[in-house]
């Protein structure tokens, strides 16, 4: 199995966990994307504990513990008074109860140290400016042709191209995904635009509204407040994360909401604030077909609303390359790698999908840490996908 040709389409996080993941258990790996070079989004992201386990077993460790943010303490806040309704503690407790620290990361940090790892095992690894267009497989091999016209044979193709994967599509038909009546903005504000004596207490909190809903963390040692903000709202439904907003149209979506809010959405730079619409699919089945399956966004795309996509990606890779190690063949290693996975993914998937009711019902008034069934209290924060049967 050491000779397996792997192929990985899409550089994105999960792409890349999984190309480090494989070659630090000796296989090589090639990852294909189609930018023209390699880059994440503007924004922050959380890594529970879980991912952590998953991102340490690759020896990614010590840059997390450089890079990443620990709040001390996490809290859910009432969208119109502000006031704590949930205060949970952070900082040492995660690592003392599940056994791997609870982060907050930029988006672009941690892609930036994934990139870095995989070159620096294989400088020829990472391919870009290859959009996929199609594939081809026989009980051997997999034949895989690009846009630019360029075409590779592999073993095995993984595809790691996100909710409108172009694989997916290849192997279970065309479904575009599905509108969920959400709009979101994100946003990255510098700590300095800030008015003096403003204070981000604590350093991560979510907000729970009436149609709409908040997330607030700081990232870069402080220095920068991430942002994600929902509203039930019809009339726009473009899936991209690089369209640009007015900050002014964010303050009016939030027009009823606590100044504490409106302050540091008002001090958003012009230049990162954007906004998209949530899509969401329905979990497959089945994700592998013969020499091909997914990970990530193109197996399960998660709603926001629990915070567990980049983690479930990051889980998905490292469980697959050590399905490829303890596997004989590719058919094994696949089917031990979504056996291990797709219940899983599936009931996240689920409860991504509840936990928007829970944050957005209206239910602000009488929130208590009763209602708060937040990914924590799903047990998902127990898992280890470095130890986790495969």
Not at 89 to 94: H, N, S, T, V
Not at 102 to 121: E, G, K
Request: with cysteine; proline share 5%.
């Amino acid at each position: 199995m050491q000779n397996t040709r792997i192929i990985l389409i899409g550089a994105g996080i999960g792409g890349l966990t999984a190309g480090l993941a494989l070659q630090r258990r000796g296989f090589k790996v090639s990852v294909y994307e189609q930018a023209a070079q390699l880059g994440e989004v503007g924004a922050g992201l959380t890594l529970s504990p879980n991912a952590t386990h998953a991102l340490e077993a690759i020896g990614l460790g010590p840059d997390l513990a450089k890079l990443a943010s620990r709040p001390a303490r996490q809290a859910v806040l009432h969208y119109r008074t502000g006031d704590v309704l949930v205060d949970q503690e952070r900082g040492d407790l995660p690592k003392k109860q599940y056994g791997a620290d609870y982060y907050q990361i930029h988006r672009a940090d941690l892609h930036d140290m994934l990139a870095r790892a995989v070159q620096a095992n294989d400088p020829t690894a990472i391919h870009l400016g290859h959009t996929f267009l199609g594939l081809t497989q026989n009980s051997d091999t997999v034949d895989v042709v690009f846009k630019n016209g360029a075409r590779v044979t592999g073993d095995v193709v993984i595809g790691c191209d996100g909710i409108k994967s172009e694989v997916r599509a290849q192997l279970w038909g065309r479904v575009p995904p599905r509108f969920t009546g959400n709009i979101a903005w994100r946003g990255l504000v510098p700590m300095y635009r800030l008015p003096p004596g403003f204070k981000i207490e604590p350093a991560s909190a979510a907000a729970v509204g009436h149609k709409h809903s908040m997330a607030r963390y700081l990232i870069r040692n402080g220095t920068m407040l991430n942002y994600v903000a929902f509203a039930e709202k019809s009339g726009w439904e473009t899936e991209s994360w690089s369209v640009r907003s007015e900050v002014s149209e964010l303050l009016e979506e939030f027009d009823d909401w606590h100044p504490s809010f409106k302050t540091f959405l008002a001090a958003t730079p012009k230049d990162l604030c954007f906004k998209w619409a949530i899509h969401d699919r329905d979990p497959l089945p089945q994700w592998t077909k013969g020499r091909v399956s997914l990970l990530g966004d193109a197996a399960h795309p998660m709603l926001p609303f629990l915070g567990m996509g980049a983690a479930t990606g990051i889980e998905d890779a490292v469980v697959l390359a050590r399905a490829f190690q303890q596997a004989k063949s590719v058919a094994e290693a696949l089917l031990r790698y979504e056996n291990a996975r797709r219940e899983r993914t599936t009931f996240i998937q689920m409860a991504s999908r509840a936990a928007q009711e829970r944050l957005q019902g209206g239910k602000a008034d009488g929130y208590t840490k009763k209602e708060h069934k937040n990914e924590e209290f799903l047990g998902l924060f127990s898992y280890n996908p470095a130890t986790v049967a495969v």
